[in-house]
Every structure is written in structure tokens, then in C-alpha cells.
């Protein structure tokens, strides 16, 4: 290639023109894809390739300000960047027919757009995508034109995905030596690309660069080489391939994609390589970099020095990286419907990053598995740091890899962690699912010969050739009727041996073994299974962090997300609920409740464990077992009729404990901590250079996992909190942790954090974060993905919601940005771009050191300190409110292990000896730091919210209705209206169902009204079918077959209350109410058996879930005018009073809800109170009548009617106060109203942010509080359900 291909290639980035050429039919297929803008350009490019034609005569594309492309010093303005979008079609047709589309959806727009022309291997295939360059001027415009045009599935902005591969380790120096310098003049630099982490290939020995066996060049054959290499670090060695060669194993018939940099067409080591694709814009199918030859090699070389697991394998390179290392999201979605026309068996991605939710990417990489294709994928390689797993690899349909060493140990590179796309309300699913040696792995150069490379790119294709070499294990007549990625990841995670030591967070299921799987797949049979394929939860440290911390009652719910696979058939459902049935004596005092995808798509979907121990279990110590048990049904298999079953069982062990007492117990709040992706969150401290996001969840169990220990350590039990501040007891919580906290409030949460404080004693700790509105703008970059400007939304911390929060106890974070060492024995804290404390009480303890202050301007500084200039900043108070004690510190970096600089857990433990028990220490309390008079006052000014940003597309708060989710106790989820209907609960001693909560039960249209105030419309009885936008709500509809939309004969519903009776009418209706009675009886008693249950799981309110819940099994779409079921309600609810009102937590109920009541009636008007009035005196006239009439001739009935009641009670061991009855009796009734009244208000308070309610939306396929999420339709929108 002429030097000026090279210099045009370094110019321009965007491919115009496309033109292939194949050689010949004998060998291997080159489709050789070249791009040139400009007619000189495509003149150059004739002379240069002589196998290449055409040219364009299209101006080039100019640069963004940050592109990396550039000719000498030429830099190009942001305003004149064309920008692309990818627009995506609801069907696959020829791009001739979508570009027709596209000019009459855009007739409006002629001239403003322009359509790009791919003309690679695909374009010979339908396609369900376009990719057009759009003035910036117009891209509003034109993304409504698009957006509202019949066909159009959705649009979005084209991603360019970089990556670096370098492995020389003096040139990476070199190049971090400049990106560090470039760094130290500016806030924030990003590279050209979609958000990836840590390169996939970052490590190298250097010294085994290149390999070279005397043997190799011996003329020795394959065989015979590859035996004197099993005393070698030959990865094929380890694993024991010989084995599988031996029995005649190689690969064969298998087609693997290899989707890299491509590779050279003679290379040596590689004997098929059927077909070579290029997809970017470089003229070129060679591999400059030798990242895809080396990843070809380990997975079908055959030269003898580092031999791949399948020499025989078909191998197909996809070259969609340049050698600049850059990629765009249009070149993978181009080449994966490639890879489907052509059917590849098995992809391998060496690439990943963080942003789950570049939609038209994940969703392809659905498509791919879909359609049966196999996909290997690197976990990342951001280790040791926790919750840094990549996408795709952390999809349940790809099969993830994590990197060990030959030692059996984890590399250091390996990401680890759960998965984060559940948080805040959910818990995340263990990856990788296995791991590989990814750490000196040997693999072919570019020309020939042997190199030793490391990374999880590395570890990816070795388990990629271990899938081609065990699928050539299953006969080739029927192999892809056997396998497709659930049978394979089965065959993998069940084989692979689990490397002691090491917990199910970091190597998931194990080491790989080939043996183990290639006689699983021997035997194979499609079908259903989870994974893990047990629940030890005292098994150290494998089930870190459950085993660390036994479970207790009147905690919050162990949450478990594990992952249910489906080999029988691509979608699957339940059939009927998970069931748990104890198999020991304390595993009766367990109850465990579901969610679970409602479809199980592709090939596999989730179950979610709420787990909790029963009041009555408070003092117990001993080791729990069950096992819970379900059953997965799938379509009939072609040509038959019959519905494919498969049977699973889960065993479970839990270790219960006494409750702690409320001193060691600390609850930590990560309701309000956001994340990247959707919005761009800031790093929290400035100093970590080369990571600008924060994404690694703020978990416990993520990036503070060595606090979490810490804090294990000092005996303290920290439960987490992922709903509001409404939905739990302070009486039972020694102090509440917030750290690092993104999340607005609701009002109601700040008025019940003080009465928590204050009345409830409850302590109070707060960890804060920078929040400066100059430096924010100062992060501010452009981004060349989506041709848009990214700002932060809110600093480290969102400190202006923290004030709010902090107010009543006169506390109060500025906007400094603070660095320097705290001398605060025995930690010593580094404080790094902390905040300062501004507004502190008089009689508290305030700490204040000399710290530089980052933050040098700003037209609202406040320095915060104890008087005179200077830089002594306070950062650290301790101070009483009430019965309660609240500390605050600046900075969370100390407790955050993702780049902290220096811990400061001894501080914290002390901090909540502090606020828990009231210890006075010495240093935190000497008098020396006794703030005489307060700091600061109301006039001075606060930092203050951003007025150019919306938080609201991205806050799980704003615009949507407060509620309860189903980690948060029972008691609170029906006080604050959740309106998620769990899946089943099973309570271990009795092996009750109960379902719904009170809301749903009792009063069904509210349900409605919960989901019209979210935007929902979906119907919560449509089993098993549309958008999981309603999956919380079918879990207690659609998946039970005991529901019916259709009124029983019995039921109440059905009766009739007549007003003047004849004789014969009155004998027809004490007929009809001898079998109510009959039914009242039947009721009663499921009732009382239920509240018992439910009275000990969740208290009061637990009771009253559970006995409307049995009531909704024969009434489940009461209507509010059918006067007999508030008649059998208020009976059913009369007939448990004693049990209920005696359970825990009533009092706190009540409070509650007569404040919640008062509230909304307060709200009433004169007419509402009138109805509401005149309903009760129809009910009173209506039951007058009725027993006036059947007075004479039902004497024996109503005898009837109230011994079942008495027999109802009796049998539940509950003796009836008719005082407290009656007050129940009202206090149900005014529950059920005051609910509907709160919704309604809070449906008027948020109607201004309508569009923005639903928390879900279209794309969305699979979700549920504990299961894995779908990306939403755009990047900045939220990915919780």
C-alpha cells in the first residue's frame, strides 16, 4: 500500500465506499472492503489496490474536536460535526427498500440528511438497519420525523467503540506518560470511542514475547509436538485437550467468527480458515496489531508450539477493528447479521465495556443468541476492583470469562464482582459463569511463530476453542438440535471444578474442564437448570459475602439472584410458582419469597430469593435447610405436539442466628446512589485520571466489599436498603450509612428521617462527595458517539439534596474541593476531593484541619471554617438530636475501594459506636473541638442544584410515585403502596402461598390507579405475555392458576342483597346465604391460617396482607359497590384482630397510617366526604335489611354464620376483644380508602412529569426487582425496573 493510502487512512475515519473483490473459489473467500472519501481519494486507492474500485465523490467527513484522526495539527470545530445515527426498522429488508422508506419519512427534510452506503458482505442480505449522516443543525428534526414514521423501530446515535490493544510495554509507558500530562490541564479527557473500560489485552511478559521450541523446527509432526508439550505451559496442556483429540475430537464442522482484527490468509498456523470479512473503513483483511491472529490461534491453530483447542474448526474472521484499535457499533451489527445469514455455531468477543445499555448493541447480541449461535465473551479486565463486569459478557446468554494464572489464582486483571444493572432495588447475578487461563497464554504472531500474551481477551478464546472442540463431541446429525448457549453454558458451569479460596464472585462456577464437560455433553439431554446448582450460604468464602453474616428475624429479605437456563427451547415460562419446602426442623422458620421471569428469553431468565426468618424464630441458632422446586415448560419441539417439561430443584443452607441487638445492627442506603450507565456520574475523587465514570455500583458488595468486611469484623450486621427512607423501622436499626449518595428525596423522607432521628433515636451517619457547579462544567466533553455535549448531572455526591436532607439538624456540605492528609489516628485518612462542612449546631464536635482547596473559583464559595481566612476546612461533626446522634464527614473515598488512596474504617466503626451506642471517644469528643455557637447561618449561601440539567430521566425519585419494593418489609410495602405484586411466598412451617399485598387485594382499582400514575396500561392478567413494564404486577396474576377473572359460583360477589323479600324469596335467600355461609366458613379458616403466617413473616400488616391475600384467591376482581365482600372482609379481618394487633411493629403501623389518613383527608372536599359518608349509610341500610329479613327464617344460619366465625379464631389460637375488633374493622376499611385517597394525590402531584413516570420501557423484555434488567430504548433513560 502507497504512503498516500496511509496518510488518507490517518485523515479520514467514515466509510463512503465499500468494494469487494473474491478470490478464488479453491481457497478461502477475502471480501476486501475499502474506504476513501473525496475523488482524489478514490484515485489514490486505483493506484494503490488494484483489486479495489470505485470512488466518492462526497466532501470528507470533518473531525469532532476530539477525534483522534487528524492531519498535523489540523483540529476541527464541535459545530461543524456531522453527525450519524443508526436507525433501526422493525423488519429485515434490502437497504434499496429502507432508503425508499427513509426518503418519503424525511420528504420534509430533503437535503438535510444523507444516506451511508455499507457495502460489505452483508449488503447482500436483508437488514433491519440504516445509517445516516445528519447536519447537526437538523438532528432534533430529524430524530422526530424518524422516530414517529411507521416502520421505524428506533433511532440512535452511531457508537464508535476504541479499545487498546498495545502490548509493548515501553510504548504504553511513553503514551500514559502523555495522558497523564495531558490530564494535569484539564478536568476531564476522554478518547474517541464508546465508554470501554481497561484494555481487553492489557498485559505482557515481555520476556516471553517470543517463543521458540527446539521441536518446532525439527520437522516433527503435530502430534508428536503437541505430547512433548504437555510438560509445557501449553493452555491446550492444562485442560487436558489431548484427551479430546485422542477420541477423534478436533472441531470439525464447526464455524467459529472471530470478531477482531482479522488475520493474514497463509498464516501457518491456522489450516481453515474459510472466509475472511472486513467491515471497517481500511482498505486492508491483514491484521496490523496481531490481536486476531493471536485470538485465531488459540482457538484453531495447529502448529505445535502453541497449538489451539481446534485445529479442525472452520474459522471465519470478522475484521471490525482497525489498526487504530476503533470500531463503530454499525460495523457490529452489520457483521453479527452476517455471522446470523451465514450461519456461524460459535462468536468469540475479546471486547467490553460498562454501557449496558447501548441498546441497539445488546439487543443484537440477543438476536445472536437467538438464533442458536454460541457466544464467548471477556468479562473485562478492570480488576481487582469489584463491580467491573463488561457487557456483553454479563448477559445471561453469553457465556462469560473471567482470566486465573497458572497458579490457580485470579489474574489481578480480571473483573469481578456481581453484575450491577439490578441496583439500587435489586441484587445482581454472579459472573463470570466460568474462568480460564488468561495470564501468559501462549498464541501465533502475525507472520508465524509463538508469543505468551495475558488478559481476559486471552482467556475468552481458550474457552472459545474449548466450545468449538466440545461441540465436535456431539454427533454432527443432530449437534445443533443439542446444543445452542444454554446447553453449552450447562455443559461448561457444571463441568468446571471451583477453585478453593476464592469466592462465587470472582471465578463464578469454576475453573474450566474439558474432561468434565465433554461427559456431560456425551450424555446430554436438553433441559432446565439454575445456576448455581445449589445455595450453601455457609460455604466460605466461596458464598462470600452471605456466608460472612448469618440471617435473623425482623431483618431485611437475603436477596439471591440467580439464573434459571432453558436448553429445551429459545423461550420458556414457570409453570406455577416456585415452591421452598424445608427439609429440617428450623428450616420451617423460613419463609421465601419469588420473582422470576414471566418468559424465559433467550434461553434462559432469572429467579430472585427473598429470604427472611420468622419472628418466632428470634432466638434460634441453627443451620436452615430446603430446597425449593419449579418447573420450566417450553413449546413442543417440531413435528410434535407435546408440551417440553424439565423439573428443577435448588437446595438451600442458611445459618440463622439470634437477632442481633439494635446496636450492632447498621443499615445501609443504597436506594439513593445512581451510577453510570444511564447519566454520566462523575468519579469521586478527581485525582483517578484514567476513569472519568462512576460506575461500579457503590454496593457493599462492589466497590465498598472491604468495608463491608471491616465492618463484619467489628461485629456489626449490615442489611441493605434498597427502597426510600419510608419503608423501614428505625427501632430496629442501630444507625442508618449513607455514603456517596447521588439520589434525590422525597419530602416524606426527609420528615421521617427526623422523627427516626429524633424521636426513634435512630444515628444517623453521612459520608458526602465534592459537589462544585464550576468543576462540573469543567468535566463537561464532547462526545463523538452520540455527537452530543456530556455533562455531569450532579457532582461526587448530590450535596444540594444532602443539605435538604441534613436541615433539620442545622448541617449543611459546601461546594469546596478538598485534598490533603487528615491527621485523625489511626487511619490517618487521605481526603480525597472531599466536601466541606458549612453550617454545623452549637454543642456538636466539629473537626477541622488544613486542607488545599481544588476548587479555586465560584460565585457561591463558602470556606467553612472556625473563623479567620485560611485554608483550616471543616470536614468531620459529630453532634446530638434528641434521642438521636448524627455524624457527617466530607469524603467517601477512604471506605471506597475502587482507587482509594488511604482507608478509614477505623473512623467509621468509631462513627458508629458514636450514633448506634452513644460511645464518647476521647479524640472525636475532646473539648477542643466543642462548636460553642453554630457555623454558619440561613443567609449564607448553599450550593446550589444545576439549572441547565433534568434529573428527572434518570432519578428513580423524581416524577415517580413513592413506594415500597419487595427488599423493604412486608408492613411497608402496604403502607406505602407498592405496587408489585409478588410471585409466591412459601413460609417453611406450613407451606402456605400467600400473594399480593393489601393494596391489590382489598381493592383492586387502586391497583389501577398505581399503574395509571406510572403510565402502565398493561394488564396484570395476561399470563405470561408483553412488555415486562408490568412484570412486578403479573407475579401475582399471571403466574397463578388459582386466579380467575371470572366470579366464582360461591363467591360473595356473586350474591345479591335484596331490599323487600317475599316468603319465597326469603327461603331462596337463606338458601343462598347458607352456602355463603358455607363460604364465609372455608374463608375464615384460610384466612386465619394465612394471617397466622403472615403475622409472624412481616407483623401487623403482614397478617392483613396475608388474609386478604386468601380472600382474593375466591374474590380476585371484587367490585367496590358488592356490599357482602366488605361484609366477608371486615368478618375475616374482625376474626384475626388479636393475632395481628399482638404481632410486631403494629404500633408503627398505626402511627403511620393514621398519619398517611389524616393527610389525605385532610385533602378531601366536601363531597368526597359526603360519598364516602353516604357509602357507608347504604352498606349500614343494606345489612340492616338483610338481617331484618332473614331474622325469623335463618335463625340457624346466622347461628351457623357465627360459630364458623368462632371455630375461624379458635383455630388460629386467637381469643376476640370486641373493642379492638371494631377498631380493626375501621381501621381496615380506612386503610383501604386513605391508600386510594394518597395515590390519587400523589397522581396530581406528579402529573407534570407523565412522560417521565414509567420506569420502564419499549425493548424492555425480562425484568424484576432481583432478575437481570434490559437495556431501556435510550442510554440516558433508567435501567431499573
Not at 883 to 892: N, P
Request: hydrophobic share 40%; charged share 20%.
Amino acid at each position: 500500500m502507497c504512503s498516500r493510502c496511509v496518510l488518507l487512512l490517518l485523515c479520514f475515519t467514515l466509510p463512503h465506499i465499500l468494494c469487494t473483490v473474491n478470490n478464488s473459489t479453491s481457497g478461502p473467500s477475502d471480501l476486501r472492503s475499502c474506504a476513501w472519501q473525496g475523488a482524489d481519494a478514490g484515485a489514490a486507492a486505483a493506484k494503490c489496490d488494484a483489486s479495489s474500485s470505485g470512488a466518492d465523490s462526497s466532501k470528507p467527513k470533518q473531525a469532532g474536536p476530539h477525534d483522534s484522526k487528524h492531519s498535523g495539527n489540523n483540529h476541527w470545530s464541535h459545530s461543524d460535526v456531522l453527525g450519524r445515527l443508526i436507525v433501526r426498522f422493525q423488519s429485515y429488508k434490502h437497504a434499496e427498500d429502507h432508503k425508499a422508506d427513509l426518503a418519503a419519512a424525511l420528504a420534509q427534510a430533503s437535503g438535510a440528511w444523507k444516506w451511508i452506503d455499507r457495502n460489505n458482505a452483508a449488503s447482500l442480505y436483508p437488514t433491519d438497519f440504516a445509517l445516516l449522516e445528519v447536519a447537526d443543525a437538523v438532528l432534533d428534526s430529524i430524530k422526530s420525523l424518524l422516530s414517529s414514521w411507521p416502520g421505524v423501530k428506533d433511532v440512535h446515535p452511531e457508537q464508535q467503540v476504541r479499545r487498546s490493544l498495545t502490548w509493548d510495554s515501553d510504548s504504553t509507558v511513553q503514551a500514559n506518560a502523555q495522558d497523564q500530562a495531558a490530564l494535569d490541564t484539564e478536568w476531564v479527557q476522554k478518547r474517541p470511542g464508546r465508554f470501554l473500560t481497561r484494555p481487553s489485552f492489557p498485559e505482557s511478559s515481555s520476556n516471553a514475547s517470543d517463543v521458540h521450541h527446539p521441536w518446532a523446527d525439527a520437522g516433527l509432526s503435530e502430534d508428536t509436538q503437541r505430547r512433548l508439550l504437555l510438560s509445557q505451559n501449553s493452555v491446550t496442556a492444562r485442560f487436558e485437550a489431548q484427551k479430546l483429540w485422542d477420541e477423534g475430537y478436533g472441531g470439525a464442522k464447526v464455524k467459529v467468527g472471530v470478531f477482531d482484527t482479522g488475520i493474514r490468509a497463509d498464516h501457518p498456523h491456522v489450516k481453515n480458515i474459510r472466509e475472511r470479512t472486513n467491515w471497517t473503513h481500511e482498505p486492508t483483511l491483514e491484521d496490523g496489531l496481531g490481536h486476531g491472529t493471536f485470538v485465531a490461534g488459540v482457538i484453531g491453530g495447529s502448529d505445535g508450539g502453541c497449538p489451539g483447542f481446534a485445529p479442525d474448526v472452520e474459522l471465519y474472521t470478522f475484521r471490525v477493528f482497525t489498526n487504530d484499535q476503533v470500531s463503530y457499533t454499525s460495523w457490529f451489527l452489520d457483521a453479527f447479521n452476517y455471522a446470523i445469514a451465514t450461519g456461524m455455531n460459535v462468536v468469540n468477543l475479546s471486547i467490553g465495556g460498562p454501557d449496558y445499555l447501548d441498546q441497539p448493541f445488546v439487543e443484537k447480541v440477543w438476536e445472536i443468541t437467538s438464533n442458536g449461535i454460541l457466544m464467548v465473551s471477556a468479562i473485562g479486565n478492570d480488576g481487582p476492583l469489584y463491580g467491573t463486569l463488561n457487557n456483553p459478557a454479563d448477559q445471561n446468554d453469553v457465556i462469560g470469562v473471567g482470566g486465573v494464572d497458572y497458579a490457580d489464582q485470579i489474574a489481578s486483571f480480571s473483573s469481578r464482582g456481581m453484575s450491577t444493572w439490578e441496583l439500587p432495588i435489586g441484587y445482581g447475578r454472579a459472573k463470570p459463569d466460568v474462568v480460564a487461563y488468561g495470564r501468559d497464554v501462549l498464541g501465533s504472531r502475525i507472520q508465524g511463530g509463538c508469543r505468551s500474551l495475558s488478559g481476559t481477551s486471552v482467556a475468552s478464546p481458550v474457552v472459545a476453542g474449548a466450545v468449538c472442540l466440545l461441540a465436535s463431541v456431539v454427533p454432527a446429525a443432530n449437534r445443533w438440535e443439542v446444543l445452542n448457549p444454554a446447553s453449552m453454558k450447562q455443559a461448561l458451569v457444571e463441568g468446571s471444578v471451583p477453585i478453593p479460596g476464592i469466592p462465587m464472585y470472582e471465578q463464578g462456577q469454576g475453573k474450566l474442564n474439558l474432561i468434565n464437560s465433554m461427559n456431560i455433553l456425551k450424555t446430554y439431554q436438553p433441559r432446565a437448570s439454575v445456576v448455581p446448582k445449589s445455595l450453601d450460604f455457609t460455604d466460605c468464602p466461596f458464598m462470600w459475602p452471605f456466608c460472612t453474616q448469618p440471617i435473623y428475624a425482623n431483618a431485611l429479605p437475603l436477596i439471591f439472584n440467580a439464573t434459571v437456563l432453558n436448553a429445551m427451547a429459545l423461550t420458556g415460562r414457570f409453570e406455577g410458582a416456585p415452591v421452598f419446602k424445608s427439609t429440617n426442623g428450623p428450616g420451617q422458620q423460613l419463609s421465601v419469597q419469588f420473582e422470576y421471569s414471566s418468559v424465559l428469553w433467550p434461553w434462559s431468565g432469572f429467579l430472585a430469593l427473598f429470604i427472611r426468618v420468622l419472628p418466632e424464630a428470634a432466638a434460634l441458632d441453627d443451620a436452615a435447610t430446603g430446597e425449593v422446586s419449579f418447573t420450566i415448560v417450553s413449546p413442543p419441539a417440531p413435528g410434535s405436539k407435546a408440551v417440553r417439561r424439565s423439573s428443577v430443584t435448588l437446595p438451600i443452607t442458611v445459618r440463622i442466628i439470634p437477632t442481633p441487638p439494635r446496636a450492632k445492627r447498621v443499615l445501609w442506603d443504597q436506594f439513593h446512589s445512581m451510577r453510570y450507565p444511564p447519566a454520566y456520574i462523575p468519579r469521586d475523587s478527581l485525582d483517578v485520571r484514567n476513569d472519568i465514570l462512576d460506575w461500579h455500583g457503590d454496593h457493599p458488595h462492589t466497590n465498598f466489599h472491604t468495608m463491608y468486611d471491616a465492618l463484619r469484623a467489628a461485629g456489626y450486621f449490615l442489611e441493605i436498603l434498597g427502597s426510600p427512607f419510608t419503608c423501614f423501622d428505625a427501632r430496629q436499626y442501630g444507625a442508618l450509612l449513607m455514603v456517596d449518595s447521588e439520589e434525590e428525596y422525597y419530602p416524606e423522607e426527609i420528615s421521617k428521617l427526623k422523627n427516626d432521628v429524633e424521636k426513634e433515636g435512630l444515628g444517623l451517619i453521612v459520608f458526602g462527595e465534592w459537589y462544585n457547579v464550576d468543576t462540573m462544567i469543567k468535566m463537561k466533553f464532547f462526545d463523538d458517539n452520540t455527537r452530543s455535549w456530556w455533562t455531569p448531572v450532579t457532582g461526587g455526591a448530590n450535596v444540594p439534596a444532602l443539605n435538604e436532607l441534613l436541615s433539620p439538624f442545622g448541617i449543611a456540605f459546601g461546594d469546596a474541593i478538598l485534598e490533603g492528609q487528615v491527621p485523625l489516628d489511626p487511619d490517618k485518612p487521605y481526603y480525597a476531593s472531599g466536601a466541606n462542612i458549612v453550617r454545623f449546631p452549637a454543642g456538636g464536635h466539629l473537626h477541622s484541619w488544613q486542607l488545599a482547596d481544588k476548587a479555586t473559583e465560584g460565585l457561591s464559595r463558602s470556606v467553612g471554617n472556625l473563623g479567620g481566612a485560611g485554608s483550616i476546612h471543616a470536614v468531620l461533626g459529630l453532634t446530638t438530636a434528641e434521642a438521636g446522634r448524627v455524624a457527617v464527614y466530607g469524603d467517601s473515598n477512604c471506605l471506597d475501594s475502587s482507587h482509594q488512596r488511604s482507608s478509614c474504617y477505623n473512623l467509621l466503626i468509631k462513627l458508629i459506636q458514636y450514633a448506634a451506642e452513644g460511645a464518647k471517644d476521647h479524640t472525636l469528643l475532646s473539648m477542643d473541638t466543642l462548636l460553642a455557637t453554630p457555623l454558619g447561618s440561613p443567609q449564607d449561601p448553599l450550593p446550589t442544584r444545576r439549572v441547565d440539567i433534568d434529573l428527572t430521566p434518570v432519578s428513580l425519585v423524581l416524577g415517580n410515585p413513592m413506594m415500597c419494593y419487595p427488599n423493604s418489609p412486608p408492613e411497608f410495602q402496604l403502607l406505602n403502596g407498592n405496587s408489585r405484586r409478588a410471585r409466591g411466598t412459601t413460609v417453611g412451617a406450613s407451606g402456605q402461598n400467600f400473594k399480593g399485598d393489601v393494596v391489590a387485594a382489598v381493592q383492586p382499582n387502586i391497583q389501577a390507579e398505581l399503574q395509571d400514575a406510572k403510565g402502565q396500561t398493561q394488564d396484570v392478567d395476561a399470563a405470561g405475555q408483553g412488555s415486562t413494564a408490568t412484570e412486578g404486577t403479573q407475579a401475582g396474576a399471571a403466574q397463578f392458576e388459582d386466579v380467575s377473572t371470572e366470579r366464582k359460583s360461591g363467591s360473595l360477589a356473586s350474591q345479591q342483597v335484596p331490599k323487600n323479600l317475599t316468603d319465597p324469596e326469603a327461603t331462596a335467600a337463606a338458601s343462598s346465604a347458607a352456602s355463603t355461609a358455607a363460604g364465609i366458613t372455608n374463608m375464615a379458616g384460610k384466612a386465619v391460617t394465612s394471617a397466622a403466617a403472615g403475622a409472624a413473616t412481616g407483623g401487623a400488616a403482614g397478617g392483613a396482607i396475608a388474609a386478604a391475600g386468601s380472600l382474593d384467591e375466591a374474590i380476585p376482581h371484587a367490585r367496590q359497590a358488592d356490599v357482602q365482600q366488605l361484609e366477608a372482609l371486615a368478618s375475616t379481618l374482625q376474626n384475626t384482630t388479636d393475632m395481628v394487633s399482638n404481632a410486631s411493629g403494629l404500633a408503627s403501623v398505626r402511627q403511620e397510617v393514621e398519619r398517611k389518613l389524616q393527610d389525605g383527608l385532610d385533602g378531601l372536599n366536601s363531597s368526597v366526604r359526603d360519598s364516602w359518608a353516604k357509602l357507608n349509610t347504604t352498606v349500614q341500610d343494606r345489612l340492616e335489611v338483610l338481617n331484618a329479613t332473614l331474622k325469623d327464617k335463618s335463625t340457624q344460619v346466622g347461628k351457623s354464620i357465627k360459630g364458623s366465625a368462632q371455630t375461624a379464631v379458635a383455630r388460629g389460637k386467637s381469643v376476640d376483644s370486641p373493642g379492638v375488633s371494631q377498631w380493626f374493622l375501621v381501621f381496615g376499611a380506612l386503610l383501604v380508602f386513605g391508600v386510594f385517597l394518597l395515590r390519587r394525590r400523589q397522581r396530581k402531584r406528579h402529573a407534570g412529569h407523565a412522560a417521565n413516570m414509567s420506569l420502564l420501557g419499549p425493548g424492555v423484555t425480562d425484568q424484576g426487582i432481583g432478575g437481570w434488567l434490559r437495556p431501556r430504548s435510550s442510554r440516558h433513560r433508567l435501567a431499573n425496573d
